[in-house]
């Protein structure tokens, strides 16, 4: 039976109290930290009556907080990202590799995980006396299909799962050197998990380049990408390969002995 969305059925097990309780949550973002009642409503696809016990609650567990008019989360929301960070290993056990790494190639490092089309930057380190054009934070947001994390997260998945995830959302072109036709993709992708990294030349923006390598637990399981990207007049896309790959899967080998 379809719920009163007439979105496509759930199972028996899905909660839809629940679930419209993180769609709340996730109405709030960059350029939306106080919202009122109404904007909560509508950005979150709920009636106002629903939004609002949803927000009281979340106000009565200690997550938003509110002055009456506007609601706003607090810093409590952040345990819900620390517990996937710490059961996933990519908590403070890393960092300390990651900012060798940064230091060592003179280049910004990241750690991303997939959440398609885009990547997430979970854990960042900035290179020493680096000014760049665009400062890339933690939660910050990049589209998977032109990034050398993306490919990298794409190629731990079976090609059935890859090309569906491309199938679901518009590719969007950003250079003439990007990819956008999912057979084209694939075969990166294939590539990728083939060479274990990937190198993605000027597909984001001219001049520019990055790479990535898989960073996998002791298990095997892949975790996250370990990636770094730089101006074509500091690092070429073919010293990136020969140079600073490797040294990057030094830095997932150790990073990954840390994770159970």
Partial sequence: MDDETGASPRSRTFVTAFARGLDVIQAFGEGARRLTLSDVAARAGVDRAVARRLLLTLVEQGFASTDGKY??????????????????????????????????????????????????????????????????KTATRMPATATASGRVLLAGLEDARAEALLASAPIPGFTPHTLRAVPELLDAIRACRAEGYAVVDGELEEGFASAAVPLRDRGGRLVAALATSSHAGRMTAARMRQEVVPLMRAAAREMGSLLL
């Fill in 71 to 136: 609601f706003e989360l607090t810093g409590q929301v952040l345990r819900l990202g620390f517990s996937y960070l710490a059961a996933a290993g990519l908590d403070r056990r890393v960092q300390p590799a990651l900012e060798a790494l940064s230091h060592r190639i003179g280049e910004s490092t990241s750690l991303t995980v997939l959440d398609y089309p885009h990547i997430v930057n979970v854990a960042r380190a900035e290179a020493p006396d680096r000014h760049v054009r665009y400062a890339l």
